[in-house]
Nanobody, 127 residues
């Protein structure tokens, strides 16, 4: 699956952004799908994910309540709504997919478990 994340930009603290991830090549609405982010000098970290085996969504504990992952099967896209943004949310955000359905629940936060990645989109939050 070829993925493309978009929708990033510059926003003031307290603002919001909605990122989208579009897929080409095949439908990925039933894949395991994750959002990750990477700030300069940091490792790539888990943000949110769908796990298809139970149809549930999962979030990094520190982001619960501010970020929401959603998918639009008709448009073959996955979005990440980010509210009340903070300067520490500044990072490049990536979407990833597991089209073969190999990820088990304990791996869902591990970027190495996802096989397909899109180019990231920069999110910058000013204070």
């Amino acid at each position: 699956v070829q993925l493309q994340a978009y929708g990033g930009g510059l926003v003031q603290a307290g603002g919001f952004l909605r990122l989208s991830c579009a897929a080409s090549g095949r439908s990925f609405s039933t894949n395991n799908i994750g959002w990750f982010r990477q700030a300069p000098g940091n490792e790539r970290e888990f943000v949110a994910a769908f796990w298809r085996n139970n149809g549930r969504t999962y979030y990094a504990d520190s982001l619960k309540g501010r970020f929401t992952i959603a998918r639009d099967k008709a448009k073959n896209t996955v979005s990440l709504q980010m509210n009340d943004l903070k300067p520490e949310d500044t990072a490049v955000y990536y979407c990833a997919a597991d089209p073969r359905g190999r990820i088990i629940l304990s791996q869902i936060e591990n970027p190495g478990a996802y096989s397909d990645w899109g180019q990231g989109t920069q999110v910058t939050v000013s204070s």
